[in-house]
Each structure stands twice: as C-alpha cells, then as structure tokens.
C-alpha cells in the first residue's frame, strides 16, 4: 500500500515536490506541475483532475517577468479582470463570469480577505513573497465552504530546503513611472530543519488614474491631475521541522504594508496591512493514515484619508480578521482509491470600524449589530481509479454557518484517458456564498433580510496531447440564484444612498480553450475565453465582464538570448447594469527579454503596451502609457 507522505508534505506547503525538470527561462510551453493539491486538498496527479487547473510556479513569474499578482493574473484562462487605474488600484477578478467576491483565495492553506468587503485585495499581494499558485475553476464549496462559487486561488509563499548551503536571491530593477522594485531572500536546510526569510519593496508614483469626469454627486467637475502613487513593502518567512517519526512541523508568516493615492470622490489614500500566519503539522496515525492539522490567523487593516478638497482629513478605518482551523486525514484505500475526511471552523470579525470620523463600537447601538461569525464545516472527499485510466472525485460538505444555518454541497467529476492522446472530463457541483457583514449591516444601507447566494454548475471538456501540441476545450453553464447587487436607493435626508439585493437569478454560460505547440524553435500558448454571464431578470449583461478574450504569448532562445511578447486582446465590456455606459475593447501587445550575464547573474527588460494604446477596463479610469522596466537578476 502506497504512503502518502508527500500528499500531506504538499498540503501543508512544505518543500512541494515538482516533478519534472527545472523550467529555462525562455521556455513558454511547459508541463504543468505533476501534483496539485487545490483541486482536492490533497497531492493529485494533474491527469487524473477533472478540474480545470492553471499553476504558475516561480519560475513562470521569473520568464513572465510581471511586477504584480495582477499582472499575472491577466490573460489566464477562465479570468476576467478589472482595476481602476494603475499598480495598486483597486482590482477585480471574475472567474468564469463570477464576482470577485466568489473566488476563495488561501494563502499557504489560510483564508484571506476582508470580512467586511467579502473579497480579496489581489493588488497588495506582495508578487515577489510567492513560490507557486494554484487556480481551480468552477465551484468548490463542497471542499472549501462559502465563497468558493468561481473557484479558489491558493498562493504559497517561498519557501527552501533543497540545500545545506543557504541559497541567495536578489533583484532590483527600476523603469517608467519613477517604478522601483529590490527584493531578496535566504533558505537552507540543515539536517532535517528547513527555513526562508524574504523581504521586498515595490515603489511607484504612477500617473493620473482620472481624467476631468462628471461628479457624480454634483457640482463642480472632479479633476484631480496628481500622479496616483502606490508603495509595498513585504517580508515572508517559513520555518519547518521533520521529526524521525515522520511527523511535520512548519511556522509561515506574510505581511504587506504600504500607502495607495487614488483618485475618489470623498477618499483618495489609502494605508494598509494585510497579514497571513499558519502552523502547520502531520504525522502519521498509520501506514496508511496520515492526519494533518492547521491553525492560522489572516487580517486586513485600511484607514482612508480624504482628497487635498477635503484637507486630507480622516474618513474610515476598518480592521477585519479571520481565524482559521482545520483537520484533514488522508487515508489510502490500497494503491487507486484515497479518502480525504475533515473539518473547518472558521471565525470572520469585524474587529474594529471608524466610519466618518464616528467610531463603530459593534456593539448593538448602530447597524453593525453584529461583530463576528463562525462557519463550521464537515467534509468528505473520495478519489478513485478504475480501469488503469478512469478516475472519479466526489466531495460531499455539511457547513453550519452562525446566521444563515445549514448548507449542504457537492461535487462530483469524472476524467478518462483514451488512447491516441485524448481525455474527457465533466464535472457537476453546487455552491453556496454568505453575505458579508457590510452586504448585512452597513450604517444606513445594508440589508439584514439577503439571502446566501447559490449556485449550481455543470461543465464538459475535452483535451489532447499529440507531440509538440497540447489542447483543452471546456464548456461550463452555472445558474446562480440570489446574486447581491448594490443599487442606488436615496431618501431625503440620503440622496445618494446605496442598498443590496438579492437579483432572482443569473446564468453564465462559457468556453474556454487552450493550446500550446513548439514550431521552428518558436514556443507559443493561445488562450481563449468566450462568456455569456446575464441577469435573467433583465436579460443584461453582467457589470463589468467582457464576453470574449484572447491572448497569446510567444518566446524564443537566440543563442543566450531570451525574447519573448504577449498579445492580450478583450471586447467591450458595460459599466453599468443597465448597460448603457460602454467601455470600449483594447487590444495590448508587451515584449520582454532576458540575458544571462553569467551562471548567477541575469538582465531582464520588459516593454508593456508597444502600441501605446489608450484604453480603460473601468469606466473613466485610466490604464498606462506604453511604458518599460528594466531589472537585475542573482541567483548562487
């Protein structure tokens, strides 16, 4: 009987074992990690997955040479994404038509995101503190709980180990903008004690995220000409242990912290902190029963200052955090059957809001009546092999969420592997998403009476591998019921307000496609995303999705010599719910090359927007000239 000790050595982050060899720098078409451990919270062999599954390792960072998790982001199958402005600006992620507040990020396994906005700030993720991330698309309640109706983004951060003598990362760089970047890290090993420590600063004064637009309060024109600045500092650290007895130990910790400017009506800086810890431990109950337990902490902390119209004053402070536990038990059922059985009980707070210069005590005397919530989940997960090339995943989750009761949800996917190359896949599942507490009790405005979100899913697909080419096609439907949607409600003494509601019913219906191939030295990978996601109460189009994406990367080696470009081309998109307001398509074209001054030292350059081309993917909020970025690589 198989163990499966790197299953629970990948769950809990701790030296991930890829399989297959180390990506050159220029290469654009690569294997995929073998083992993925999103997609069933346990290590699987990416070809025996029915989900749709995208991994950026860190070496994908380093050949992309993107600054930002945005960055690398844009362009990936099945994502959609938005961001009002330059580096730092408010950014949205829509997987397979979703909102942002339906994909579950974790980092290093520990939820994150804001408890009272319900979604994650991807625009602070400190990019340079990342060693991997994994994206599933499609619904994963029945493994991870509320929010997870458009898939789940788990990030894990650097990490070491391979080596008793410490191994060295530098960069710095600098480029348009007043942009620049200095990072670095340190691991090692010594016998079976393994740490890293990184630390990083990304610093940019930007540009004018706003032209002279209409104030949507009235009056006078905003105009607001100052350059938009953003600044990050982050540092990370892994420490871990393995003991003779085959049992695991490992402390992870994340922190950013900086200052965004913005161009807003009542607030235009914000200071923040986000923060992510988790210990981690496993040891094996049997030879075929390994159990896995984890304990984490993640907080969000912004304060908002107004514009110079408002003499910089003092508007808001939130201060949300999120406990997190688990137990996980992975037991082998001879060598083509595992059971995943386990439990999660998460704590969301409202710690502490400062609204308007009024603190929010939380304590019953305003609409924030309600401080925090728990979540308990029961969940069980089976994955199966028959018939050498046929594989089952079924998950089945119970969770007991303090306001909204029960909520069961599953999920069910079948891949087969054929001769000649070909593979077959379908999955159906159902989805459940709480309303957050400002969807609840924002002063005012919010609505104590919303119903949770659900939603259920159904998806085919088909892919194959033929020499030098790889293909997959999937087609997905989701009906989501409930959807919450913020629309204006003014009153006398309000004439702006703003109150959520839940929308009778939305349908999203998508394909996805994908193919890579090498001609003539040349690698190349073509994505592409076509999405139909309507409110079927108005027959509309969605806020802010784009119906068709295209992009294309393409990299060649001339000799030492690394060249590289992507195309990123979308539709339209409406700014409104009635769809009246249309922010026009755009077609972006980047380059990027790299030169190995020697074995440890590399010079990289990146050219964004060749075209130079003038377009938004917000209403009314700029995005960046054509502009460049030059940087220096070590590596021992």
Known sequence: MKKILYSSVLLTGVNTPLLHARTPIDQTVVDLPEMVVTATRSATPRQQLSAATTVYTRQDIERLQVKTFPDLLRGTTGIDMTQQGGDGKTTSVFMRGTDSSHVLVLVDGIKVGSATLGSTPFEFIPLDQVERVEIIRGPQSSLYGSEAIGGVIQIFTRKGGDSET?????????????????????????????????????????????????????????????????????????????????????????????????????????????QVAALTGSFDVRDNWRTILRVGHSFDDNTQFAPQAHDKGFVSRFYTQRWNASWLNEIAMGDNHQLLVGSDFRLDENAGSDINGVAVPNDGTNQYREKSRYDVGVFGEYHGQFLDNHFINASLRWDENEQFGDYVTGNIGLRSNWNYGISTFANFGNAFKAPTFNDLYWPNAGNPNLKPEESISAEIGLAGKHHNVQWEVRAYHTDLDNLINWAPAPTVTDPFRWIPSNVDKTEIQGIEAEISTQIMGWNSKLNMNILSPEDRKTNKRLLRRTDKTLSFDLSRSFGQFDVGGTVLAQDHRFDDAANLVKVAGYVKVDLRAAYPLDKHWLLSARLNNLLDKQYQTVDAYNTADRNFFISIHYNN
């Open 166 to 274: 410490p191994k060295v990362t530098l960069d710095a760089g600098g480029g348009s903008y007043d942009t620049l970047k200095a990072a670095g890290t340190v691991s090692s090993k010594l016998n079976n004690t393994w740490y890293t420590a990184g630390a990083s600063h990304y610093n940019t004064q930007g540009f004018s995220t706003r032209p002279r637009v209409n104030n949507p309060f009235g009056g006078h024109p905003l105009d607001q000409p100052d350059h938009d600045a953003y600044y990050n500092t982050a540092v990370n650290a892994r420490v871990g242990h393995r003991f003779d007895n085959n049992a695991e130990l490992e402390v992870s910790f994340m922190r950013s912290q900086g200052r965004n400017d913005y161009d807003g009506e009542l607030q235009d800086k914000t200071l923040f902190i986000n």
